[in-house]
């Protein structure tokens, strides 16, 4: 439908065209405006959740304005466009970022003291959105903030889950989960109930030879489900572009519920199907880095792909182009193997709908999609069913099976009579049942596949995609190094050391091009530098011990080392050598004379992380590392010396109380398990040291900010697996030092010992799979290293200054950059500042 106004008209609506507020009186009259009749409330009735909610709202306006003016822009431009399709988006809080991505903070800031309010007491009121587990969902945030920095036309889409990342609680030392809903009140979504796709499940397929005798295809029957577009305006950094985040939600297809079967009296079914579309997208999978094959999962990635690709295709013809030159307008890039099922879903809509032939529709869908990989963990990489598959998407499998055919075709022409190679590389696995292989299909169907750090790189193409290397050569796979956004993980989470740095090197600039920071070196030997740089860091360690005495009781010294380790809870992190560490660490303490004691530097170990629910395992570890720090918390003998601390509920905006805090953090995965992490970056751009293995980014990190900078220990990602045959199959012995910590877990130090019986047994008796016992000795040696180096404070605050003035190459925009050039080949789309704002186009 023609939905535009016609030239007559349009001089009217130039006029009144919404103008986004600069001055702070402006910023305080859509607050009222907001209180008064968005929220029908008053000045008398006005407490924090409701300033919260008005001056989001205020931010909202202004926000879509520019949203708006950014995609018109985008459109008449007609350049090619980037769609970032993650199942995950770790966004956090939109309120503080919003504020200071447009520069208008203190105007906030001014505005909200003079109606009544401290800004940051209304910053706190805002529930994160938590639509990710970990590290890959929180990438996904920080390239979407990057590509509006950068002013890419780049879109994102996901799924809004009703039920985000479930909130943790620690009761009696385990963790409990309750649900988060956070959709009670989310002013910084746009329903666009007039954006609606139908999405199709089940049925089957018929096959029959047309008119012209070409074969045709039709799915038909199964049933439909709606899905509606929500939009989250994404500001990028001191520029006016603001850029889409589409998120799907889910409902049935015949409106409120079945009419039919309410009329023949059949109400609580016909609610039941409305509830089970609804359930497509009600909740987020808590697994990190593992991969459980339901079918529920399987129905809300087609259903999130199927739309976003409708909408995409849809925006494409709009343009009349032909569609040789789709790939020339779209990138889609595909943030792990959740929306593989796109490379399908476009082929299925190329000959199925548009009637191309499969060879030139195969071409464009190859040179439209990217992978990238982000792990190597055999039991996160996906798998799917084909009776599961074959149920839910009849069609989907058979063109897999066409895909497979003519891709298996290839290669025996390229390996002739290399049976094993077929079999090793068919998308379909001969199991039973048989399995579709989704990393495959995502390589086979792809022009680039990157992995996330240099050496995950590396693994991928020696290891789990050998042998697709061999076939497509050696320039189809990469590497993009994992980057984080300066503008949250400094800028909003440690406003005072952006400050500090603004002062010395002219300005914010260095939160657009982060190499900028460099120009620190010179102050590494500064006195009055060094001082301001101290008492930073101290009072983010004063506002992490608030923190955490109003959330644990437990009082820490500020003056201690805080030595930090945050992260999703899984055995390869290896949260459990920590806390072995730590329980050896108190048995030392405790074998001291008083004297001895009062030359150990006073540490605070810090934890936090969610396990998933149904890893039992990790929730050993959380059970452990509670019960360890109630026992040394209250142990006179050890006082300041050791305090042992687990936050409740790990989330970004915690991380952002949390990163500028530590003095050491670790990062001390089995190596070759991690593919890059990303807190790592996080800690040292916030000037703390890094504990950590060879393994993932540690290894970049250390090459830019030098090896006298990081602690690092342990066996190298070459040697694992000979270790874990030697435990297997030769003679495993534990570490003199880990048997100890072991004893007196097992004398019930620490609660009943078969409560960690599982844990201390894949140790000694389960093969110790991440070399735990093997990096013991080397870990504890370096945590006496690490002691000994922050005695020397002089010398520790130098090294935290020349490690961040050398952080610049792990901002995300050269991430987001390196895509751009080598995977999507598209340029970003400049706008001249404040074009956008009120002025005319
Ligand atoms: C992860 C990796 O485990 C992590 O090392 C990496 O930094 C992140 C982003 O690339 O991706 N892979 C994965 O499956 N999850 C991750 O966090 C859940």
Redesign the pocket.
Known sequence: VEASIPEPQRDAWKKFQAKPFVSKDDFEKEVVRHVETTLARSMFNCDETAAYAAASLAFRDRLITEWNRTQQRQTFADTKRVYYLSLEFLMGRALDNAMLNVGLKNVAKEGLSELGFRIEDIINQEHDAALG????GR?AACFLDSMASLNFPAWGYGLRYKYGIFKQEIVDGYQVEVPDYWLDFNPWEFPRHDIVVDVQFYGGVRKYQDEVGKNVAVWEGGEIVKATAYDVPIPGFDTPTTNNMRLWSSKAASGEFDFQKFNSGDYESSVADQQRAETISAVLYPN??LDRGKELRLKQQYFWVAASLYDIVRRFKKSKRAWSEFPDQIAIQLN?THPTLAIVELQRILIDMEGLDWDEAWTIVTNTFGYTN??VLPE?LEKWSVPLFQNLLPRHLQIIYDINMFFLQSVERKFPGDRDMLARVSIIEESQPKMVRMAFLAIVGSHKVNG?AELHSDLIKTTIFKDFVKIFGPDKFTNVT?GITPRRWLHQANPRLSELIASKTGGLGFLKDLNVLNELEKFADDKAFKKEWAEIKYANKVRLAKYIKSTTGVTVNPAALFDIQVKRIHEYKRQQLNIFGVIHRYLTIKAMTPEQRKKLAPRVSIFGGKAAPGYWMAKTIIHLINNVGAVVNKDPDVGDLLKVIFLEDYNVSKAEIITPASDVSEHISTAGT?????SNMKFVLNGGLIIGTCD?ANIEITREIGENNIFLFGNLAEDVEDLRHTHNYGSHTLDPDLVKVFDLIKSNAFGDAGAFGALTGSIEDHGDYYLVSDDFHSYIQTQTLVDEAYKNQEEWITKTILSVARMGFFSSDRCINEYAEMIWNVEPLPVEKGSGLGKEE
């Open positions: 587990n970990g590290g890959l990438l990190d880095n792990d982000h792990t996160a996330v994992n991690e593919a890059s992490g990303t993932g």
